[in-house]
Structures are given as structure tokens and as C-alpha cells.
């Protein structure tokens, strides 16, 4: 029974042995397939983290132009659409109907008060910002100075009588214009352009009148009348502008230089229109 034993109990140990010898391979087996698989997944991870690091660079270009082409695309939009505004603005008439919407009598009035000169020069006087009434004059003055180049047979040899008038009226008024408000600007004058040249307009009618009557009762060889006519109502429009800046206007110097600025265009445009376009022609003397 003992050497029956022992062999078993030997055979039982060599069996046993033999099992966990079999059990530790398969262990070691899967261990070390398990070790591959793991530096299998690192290998796929490093790989895969190369290549994101890789492809960073152009994404990150990709974004890049893109953001740079959409905030472009947005300048343009915006800079088009404030353009298209601003052309309409300057191309819609209703921002020129206030300064034509006024009343015949108010018209009327202001012509007549362009011969009332104002003598309160302590506060600033009142200039009317419309343009219709000054458009109005300018065109009669037109029509004045076609009649006396006609009466006259003056001669044009470039352009039409037409385009000169309108070219010396128009011209005096704009540029005249322009010039005064330049010059109470440096002076600090308080007044805005558009009543620069609704004073400068209204003014205007002193000439319309002048050249008319002056053409109507014109003398040959004397210009004795049209002298007096315009000291009278040359004068007068005259003054009138002069107060007008004097009020507006601070500084001795500076009233000095405005003033005396207005009152010589005015005056001296008004002979230049007399003796440049109603020469009489020395034929008519005998008639």
C-alpha cells in the first residue's frame, strides 16, 4: 500500500507539476501577446498623435484664410452699403426742398428789405437759409444781362451769349460766395454757408435792377444815370451786407478785412457788367 502510494503520490507531484508548468505558459503566452497588444496601441496612438501634430500647421492656415477672407468680404459689405447710402443721400432732391420751400410774400419781403439796411449791429441780425429766392434773382439777372448784350451788340466769339451769362452770373455767385465764407471762416465769423449765399443772392438784385433801368434810360455818351443808380441802390445792397457781417462778426481786423472784401466785389461787379457787356456803339450817337 505504501509503494502503491508513493508512486501515485509521485505520479500525482509529476502531474501537478506538469499542470502548473502548463498553466504558467499559457500565462506567459497571454502576458506577452497582452504586452504586444499594448505596444501595438501605443505605436497607433503615437502614430495617430504624429499625424494630428502633423496636420495642425494647415488647419490652423485653413483658419486662418478663412477668418481673413470673411472679415473682408464683411469690410467690403459695409464700406458698399455706407457708400450706397451716402450716394443717395447726395443724390435724393428731398434734401434740397427745405431750402426752396418758402412763400412768395416772404420772397418779396426779403427783396425789399435788401435796401433796408439795419443799423443794431450789438447782436447778431437774422439771414434767411433758403435758396430759392437767390436762384430767382440770379436767373432775372440772366435774362437782364442777355437784354443789354443784345442792345449793345456785343459779340461773342467762343461759346453763345447764353452760356456767358449763365457763366458770369452763376460763376460771380458761387465763387463770390465762396470766397466770403472762406474769409468769415479765418475771421470767426458765425454764419454757415448757405446763408452766405442767400445774402450774396438777395444782393444780387440791386444789379438786376441797376442794369435794367440803366439800359431803359441809358443817355448815349453820359453814364451820369447809371453812376447815381449805383450809388443809390448799389449802395444800400451793399450796406446791407456790411452790417450783416459786422454783427457776426468779432475783431476790428477782422470786420475790416470782411467788409471791405464784400463791398469791393459787389461794387466792382456791378460796373464790370455795365461797361463790359453795354457798350454803345458809337454809330448810335447820330440817332
Known amino acids: 500500500m505504501a509503494a502503491f502510494q508513493n508512486p501515485s503520490e509521485g505520479s500525482a507531484v509529476i ?17 506577452a501577446s497582452s504586452g504586444e497588444e499594448f505596444v501595438d496601441v501605443r ?4 502614430a495617430t498623435s504624429d499625424t494630428s501634430d502633423e496636420g495642425d500647421p494647415n488647419l490652423a492656415k485653413g483658419l486662418t484664410g478663412a477668418l481673413g477672407q470673411t472679415m473682408a468680404e464683411q469690410v467690403w459689405k459695409t464700406g458698399s452699403q455706407q457708400a450706397k447710402k451716402a450716394f443717395n443721400l447726395y443724390a435724393n432732391i428731398d434734401i434740397l426742398r427745405p431750402y426752396f420751400d418758402v412763400e412768395p410774400r416772404k420772397v418779396m419781403k426779403r427783396l425789399l428789405h435788401t435796401f433796408v439796411p439795419s443799423r443794431v ?25 442777355l437784354y443789354n448784350m443784345k442792345s449793345s451788340g456785343h459779340t461773342v466769339r467762343e461759346g453763345t451769349l447764353m452760356g456767358t451769362a449763365f457763366f458770369v452770373c452763376f460763376g460771380y455767385w458761387w465763387g463770390t460766395s465762396a470766397l466770403l465764407y472762406f474769409i468769415a471762416y479765418i475771421c470767426n465769423t458765425h454764419i454757415a454757408a448757405i446763408q452766405v449765399l442767400s445774402l450774396t443772392g438777395y444782393a444780387l438784385v440791386a444789379h438786376c435792377v441797376v442794369l435794367f433801368l440803366g439800359t431803359a434810360f441809358h443817355s448815349v455818351g453820359s453814364h451820369s444815370m447809371f453812376y447815381l443808380m449805383w450809388a443809390v441802390f448799389g449802395g444800400l445792397s451793399t450796406i446791407k451786407m456790411v452790417l450783416v457781417y ?21 461794387l466792382l461787379f456791378l460796373l464790370y457788367l455795365h461797361f463790359a457787356y453795354h457798350n454803345i456803339v458809337e454809330a448810335l450817337e447820330g440817332i
Not at 502531474?15 to 505558459?25: F, K, N, W
Not at 462778426?249 to 467788409?259: D, F, K, N, Y
Open 43 to 46: 505605436k497607433r496612438e503615437r
Open 121 to 145: 449791429i450789438s447782436i447778431p441780425q437774422k439771414v434767411a437759409s433758403e435758396l430759392y429766392g437767390p436762384l430767382m434773382i440770379v436767373f432775372t439777372l440772366i435774362a437782364v444781362l
Open 246 to 266: 459786422l454783427s457776426r462778426t468779432s475783431g476790428q481786423t477782422q470786420r475790416l478785412v470782411l467788409t471791405g472784401t464784400c463791398a469791393a466785389l459787389h
Open 15 to 31: 502531474d501537478m507539476s506538469t499542470l502548473e508548468d502548463g498553466a504558467g505558459l499559457d500565462d506567459d503566452i497571454s502576458i
